[in-house]
């Protein structure tokens, strides 16, 4: 057998080199030359309109045929704005053992129970293994079929066996070509198994899901390409030790990407979250210094979360500064904010910042509110346990207003607060709370009832 000629691929910039090279000749970037297969045909023929679909007007599409097929899992067609589109490639990412394989278990037995046949093929777990877990979550069904095979052509001989309406690809980098001269999981593989299942998708109009590796950086493993080629592509999160799942969209050619789908774990497997804020609060104790909620927004969904600081005297010469599920490196300058511009003392102190429930909480919003945790515990006073602090603090310690504030606030009355503190330039909301305005982060710590005065900064 002759052996296939290669060449090299950059996945930055696409230049094509005939040998390898540990820089990209073109976009000078790192380890990003990738081996691929050459085509054999030297001359390529060139297409005419003769038995091609010829193009016609946007106008005149009817846009029929695109009808998503339902999940029956609430917070996944919430995120999917509907369901699988026929014909579309989903692609999901998350860490090892964040649930990914038990997800997509429960969503092809609830699509197969609607009546719709789909084939689930595992290339990491045998059959045997998938009727273990299958048994647990209680997602057995007629419909669903499960094969065990890792080589692309026994998996196009299953779609043209089974025809189902759904497929499943766990996972995607387990899957190979023999007709390929790489390993499994390789770049090549990986892409061109990808561009086949894309192609496919479309011919049989079938929706298919693909699940991807990430890396330690919890980026999706694998070319880039990989995520261009496809319709979706999802992210599910969450802590191993903590029983919630976050499930959002980082591109969606049919719908939103704002959208945010809550899980929780249980032994049953992935439940819907419908009200996280009361999940979120259901431990919280009040009347204790370091603690204050804050309304955030993930998409357009209103979360409230409670943040929580610790601060203690250290004799270390460098004072630690821990923030688990808080930006860090915000933490640091809300502390030199504090010190500078407030009064509170923050040298000296090991600080201590977390978002309780596992969730990363990393936009501006909860600026003010992890400033006010932190000055809470230092000075020992907590925070009115029917208040929320919602805004966005900048390096002159001034307040600024955030977006989506009626949702927000909306959220917090719902809930059961009474008092908002928020940037004096913060339009009016009709919420049902008693707005308390800001312009400093001085007066926003009088409002709370942190008074006092730490000595000059």
Known sequence: MAKQRV??????????????????????????????????????????????????????????????????????????????????VT??????????????????????????DVLYVSAEESPEQVRLRADRLGALADGLWVSGDTELPAVLAQLDHVRPALVVIDSIQTLHDPDLGSAPGSTVQV????????????????????????????DLAG???????????LCFEGERHHALRLLRAAKHRFGSTADLGLFEMGERGLAGVPDASALFLADRRPGVPGSVVVPTLDGHRPLLVELQALAAPTNLPLARRSAQGVDSGRLAFLLAVLERRAGVKTSGNDVFALAVGGVKVVEPGADLGVALAVASSLREQ?????????????LGGE????????????????VGFTRAVVAHTAPDVPSGLRVLRAGTVAEALALAGIGGNDGDA
């Not at 692609?91 to 719709?116: F, M, N």
């Open 7 to 88: 060449a090299y691929r950059c996945d930055e910039c696409g230049t094509t080199a005939p040998q390898w090279a540990g820089r990209c000749p073109s976009c000078e970037a790192w380890n990003s030359l990738v081996e691929q297969p050459l085509t054999t045909a030297a001359v390529r023929s060139i297409r005419t309109l003769d038995g091609l679909v010829p193009a016609v007007p946007i106008a005149s599409v009817t846009g029929q045929g695109a009808t998503a097929i339902a999940t029956g899992i609430g917070e996944l067609d919430r995120v999917l704005g509907g369901g699988f589109v026929p014909g579309s």
């Open 382 to 394: 907590p925070v009115p346990s029917d208040l929320v602090a919602c805004a966005e603090v900048g």
């Open 191 to 218: 892409r061109e198994c990808a561009h086949r299942l894309v192609r496919e998708a479309k011919a049989r109009d079938t929706a298919v899901v693909l699940v991807g590796h990430v890396t330690k950086e919890g």
């Open 91 to 116: 692609l999901i990412g998350g860490e090892p053992g964040v649930g990914k394989s038990t997800l997509l278990t429960q969503v092809a037995a609830a699509v197969a129970t609607g009546g719709r």
């Open 399 to 414: 307040l600024r207003q955030v977006g989506q504030m009626a949702r927000r606030l909306g959220e917090a009355a719902r």
């Open 223 to 233: 070319p880039r390409v990989l995520e261009h080629v496809v319709d979706t592509v």
